[in-house]
């Protein structure tokens, strides 16, 4: 990931926040999911009503993990320590060398970086979680990164770690370096918004454990998860120019943040992989961009992807519609056309990547199936 688009994102995280903030106690999601979100035991995608023509449906629906639990790919992992890793730091790559992983905080943005500790087995080595971290197991870590994911590096040192595992989305960087001042081992790695990122998260973080047999585990359980969940949606989504348009809309009510996600936000990782054309990315947009109502309009989008508390936050449908008239001219306005699901699910890329496509392709081909 660009040192530019970290910085994008940490920009838009924190307007978000503070966004959130002023719409109550209750506004900020918590990640978590209820247990019955959604039914433990589904029917595969290919036994769904799917419909006809999903560009027609009318109506909103929302997207919800089967489990939001976290499976580790091996119960007990085997360790080799010392391990000499590369570290990404800002200016550079770092040689690094881990002798101890008794205590670890694994931070960024979207959580990805506690997940595949916890998929790779060393869960119990987590003393610290950022906040975008909260599958079932986490709830009672100490949270070290607060309102824009700014981390409180008292609060880290005082965890006493071995390690701290990041990737430079939150930060400021030069803070989480300073940790190596006190003794703290620190390594940066690299985190891209892609499937084929999230594979390789999984090595790198092995990697600093020692544990690479793990890494190859993990890595090769979200290559195929991802690869078969893929498979499956394409027999239910139509192809050719009867595909979606779609676009992924950021949202932040108060602080009057509208973002459209184009490529290398992961959004377009995300679209393509839903059997979607991701209409942002076909116009040429990178990153993440201010929504302007000119662009949005000539995108008219068929179904529009957002984050459940993202769309809390500007009233729902309705307000959103109201606040943006623009959005109500595109074909997903007219139809109210909007999937949401839970912000710190929906990009996140890693152990749980095909759960989120599966969860997704249900609400899109398939919101009034009856068992979804």
Same mark, same amino acid.
């Given at each position: ?75 007990? +992992? ?7 890793? &590369? ?6 790559? =770092? ?40 599958? +079932? ?6 949270? =070290? ?13 005082a965890l006493e770690p071995d390690v701290v595992i990041t990737d430079g989305t939150v930060g400021p960087v030069d803070v989480v370096e300073q940790l190596r001042d006190v003794g703290i081992t ?25 544990? +690479?047999?793990?890494?190859?585990? $993990? ?42 996600f184009g490529s290398e936000s992961g959004a377009d990782q995300l679209i393509d992989a839903l059997g979607g054309i991701d209409v942002v990315s076909e116009l040429g947009w990178e990153g993440m961009q201010p929504m ?12 529009? $992807? ?22 109500? $001219? &595109? ?7 909007? =999937? ?10 890693? +152990? ?7 969860? $997704? ?12």
């Amino acid at each position: 990931m660009s040192a530019r688009l970290r910085a994008t994102i940490a920009a838009i995280a924190l307007a978000g926040v503070f966004a959130l903030a002023a719409c109550g106690p209750d506004a900020e999601g918590s990640g978590e999911q209820s247990a019955d979100a959604a039914p433990a035991d589904l029917p595969p995608l290919s036994e769904l009503d799917v419909l006809d023509d999903p560009r027609d449906h009318v109506g909103e629906s929302t997207a919800a993990l089967q489990d939001v639990a976290i499976s580790p790919v091996v119960d007990d +992992p085997q360790q080799s320590l010392p391990a000499t890793v &590369t570290s990404h730091d800002a200016n550079g790559e =770092v040689a690094v060398e881990v002798t101890d992983t008794s205590r670890v905080v694994a931070i960024d943005l979207a959580g990805s970086l506690a997940a595949t500790v916890w998929g790779l087995g060393f869960g119990d080595t987590l003393v610290g979680r950022d906040q975008a971290t909260t599958f +079932p197991g986490t709830q009672d870590l100490e949270q =070290v990164t607060s309102g824009g994911h700014t981390v409180n590096a008292e609060a880290v040192i005082a965890l006493e770690p071995d390690v701290v595992i990041t990737d430079g989305t939150v930060g400021p960087v030069d803070v989480v370096e300073q940790l190596r001042d006190v003794g703290i081992t620190v390594v940066f790695v690299e985190n891209e918004p892609s499937f084929d990122g999230a594979a390789s998260l999984a090595e790198q973080v092995a990697a600093v454990f020692g544990a +690479p047999e793990a890494g190859d585990l $993990l890595a090769e359980s979200i290559r195929t998860g991802v690869d078969e969940t893929i498979a499956d949606i394409a027999e239910i989504a139509p192809s050719g120019d009867e595909r979606l348009r779609v676009v992924f809309l950021y949202l932040r009510g108060s602080a009057g943040v509208y973002y459209l996600f184009g490529s290398e936000s992961g959004a377009d990782q995300l679209i393509d992989a839903l059997g979607g054309i991701d209409v942002v990315s076909e116009l040429g947009w990178e990153g993440m961009q201010p929504m302007t109502d000119e662009a949005l309009v000539a995108a008219d989008p068929d179904l529009i $992807l957002v984050m459940s508390d993202g769309i809390e936050s500007v009233g729902g449908v309705e307000g959103l519609l109201a606040e943006k008239p623009a959005v109500a $001219l &595109t074909t997903a306005g007219e139809n109210r056309r909007f =999937v949401d699901m839970d912000d710190g699910t929906i990009l996140s890329f890693g +152990p749980r990547s095909s759960l989120v496509l599966d969860a $997704l392709a249900r609400a899109i081909y398939a919101p009034e199936d009856d068992a979804g």
